[in-house]
């Protein structure tokens, strides 16, 4: 039930503003709690923002160094009229191509002219309904399964070839100046049978000129072209692909041209050879160490941010008596120092520091196991944080001359406790690359950020800030309740006072009138 209020009609006091004074000395606990809560919001923000910028470095090194190798090799044909060749960062040795006799062809059916046009009805052709065709699959092999392809009543000629240009039945078709024809999407020949079949439909694509012989008459069976695999030598051994362009041994070989198809030497074989982009990989590395370095930079400023002790969380009376602009100043000294001297990111970047100096058992040239040995070291200046500095002339060194011992230096996809053999001798070691065990100790910094912080899909509950608001929203409450009870008080105690004033003034108003 709610205090009846009476101003000071009786007294002349302000009691409004009397009551607003006495509570907002009152108020004091109550500020204090929700400031902690500000306080309590910007650090859970804070580390959840560490964790987006770890998480958005993880996502650059899987984008750029794992997905895509560290190793670029630029390979050369010596023909590339006839072979063209790129290779990726699997390409060993070198290839001879000493001939191609034959080059992979798609299976065909053309049909015989019909009386259509592009926006011919398909029903005025084929009387509607529907075909089931399947062809061979990039592997070589039949597709398991046919596609349905329905004959709608509207249809035309140009929509059904769209439809079937669109489908999963892997043909292509056309029609032109009054002619059909299919295509198989691969090329090659598929060794068990035909390479474009129709399970259903054959006296629809009758009618479109299909499924009959050279005579002209009806048949069961539709006419193809049939597909052809390439058919070469390489490196002296006789080879078919189904397709021109192919890999092997780590190189994508594309072969454009029949030669040497007689057992002649017409030309020359065409060698395929690969070289180590060391300027390009170089650039990765260099890419790598200035947006790890950013990271770095940023969480070391986190750590050793000055903390200002005499800027609190405003409250709700002091942000109502400044500018936005002063609410702004205020606020970022009031921010600042959030995570100065935390344990979890100092321990982050001292794991990270750490890898640095650690070897792979897992290469064999020792020269080149670790960071330090190919010329990238941790910053002289040990308050950077642990950003790192390259000395390009002993990595471009290393590059030139063990790729790979690099390669693998940064990508190798080992086991934490993998076993290994040593100078003779069996031992546990961890064979994980640099990249995979940095975005291993970025999960762990992760894991114990979310513990203390969470994410935006945990309760309260589940993280340690989240139970300190937790229990700081429940003190606000119990403080809130008070405060109404206090400024009740108050109301009834002037309420009392002034009812006191009014009765003495009409007692003083009546003792006056009678001795009047």
């Not at 309590?40 to 923002?49: F, L, P, V």
């Not at 629809?204 to 030598?233: C, E, H, P, Y």
């Not at 520091?353 to 040990?382: E, M, W």
């Amino acid at each position: 039930m709610s205090t009846m209020r009476i101003g000071g009609l009786a007294s002349g006091m302000d009691i409004d503003s009397l009551v607003e004074k006495l509570m907002s000395t009152e108020r004091a606990p109550l500020d204090k709690l929700e400031q902690q809560k500000q306080t309590y919001e910007w650090q859970r923000d804070a580390y959840r923002d560490v964790n987006t910028k770890l998480k958005t470095f993880d996502t650059y090194i899987a984008d750029n160094l794992i997905l895509k190798s560290l190793n670029t090799k630029t390979a050369t044909s010596s023909n590339s009229n006839l072979v063209d060749v790129t290779a990726t960062s699997a390409a060993t040795g070198s290839l001879s191509i000493e001939g191609v006799s034959q080059l992979a062809t798609a299976a065909r059916a053309v049909g015989t002219k019909v009386s259509a046009t592009g926006s011919t009805k398909m029903v005025d052709l084929t009387g509607g309904g529907y075909i089931e065709l399947k062809a061979i699959q990039s592997n070589g092999e039949m597709a398991a399964t046919a596609t349905r392809i329905d004959i709608t009543e509207d249809m035309t000629v140009d929509q059904f070839i769209s439809k079937v240009n669109a489908s999963s039945a892997g043909v292509s078709m056309m029609f032109e100046n009054g002619q059909f024809s299919i295509t198989a999407k691969n090329t090659g020949d598929n060794k068990a049978g035909d390479e474009i079949l129709v399970e259903s439909g054959a006296d629809i694509l009758r009618s479109l000129g299909f499924m009959k012989d050279a005579d002209g008459n009806n048949i069961d069976q539709l006419q193809t072209v049939d597909g052809k695999n390439a058919i070469f030598k390489i490196n002296g051994i006789d080879t078919e692909r189904s397709k021109n362009n192919f890999t092997i041994s780590g190189y994508s070989v594309t072969l454009k041209n029949i030669f040497n198809n007689t057992g002649t030497s017409e030309v020359n074989p065409v060698q395929l050879t690969s070289t180590t982009n060391v300027d390009e990989m170089i650039g990765k590395i260099k890419d790598f160490v200035t947006t790890y370095n950013g990271l770095i930079t940023d969480l070391n400023n986190l750590k050793t941010e000055e903390k200002y002790r005499d800027y609190k969380p405003l409250t709700t009376e002091q942000r109502e008596a400044m500018e936005e602009s002063e609410i702004k100043l205020w606020e970022e000294k009031a921010k600042s120092g959030l995570l100065r001297g935390d344990s979890i990111i100092q321990d982050g970047l001292s794991s990270f520091r750490n890898l640095v100096y650690q070897s792979n058992p897992a290469i064999s040239n020792t020269k080149y196991n670790t960071l330090f040995n190919v010329g990238i070291t941790t910053s002289k200046d040990y308050m950077s944080g642990g950003t790192l500095e390259i000395d390009e002339t002993k990595l471009r060194a290393a590059l030139e001359a063990d790729p790979d011992a690099v390669t693998k230096l940064f990508n190798f996809s080992g086991k934490q406790d993998d076993t290994v053999t040593v100078n003779g001798e069996t031992k546990v070691a961890d064979t994980r690359g640099f990249l995979q065990k940095l975005r291993a100790e970025m999960d762990n910094v992760k894991v114990k950020i979310e513990a203390r912080a969470g994410r935006s899909t945990m309760s309260e509950t589940q993280f340690t800030l989240g139970k300190y608001l937790k229990d700081v929203n429940s003190r606000i409450t119990t403080w809130q309740d008070k405060l109404e009870d206090i400024e009740s008080r108050y109301w009834t105690q002037f309420t009392r006072m002034e009812t006191a004033i009014n009765n003495a003034n009409s007692q003083s108003t009546s003792l006056s009138s009678y001795f009047a």
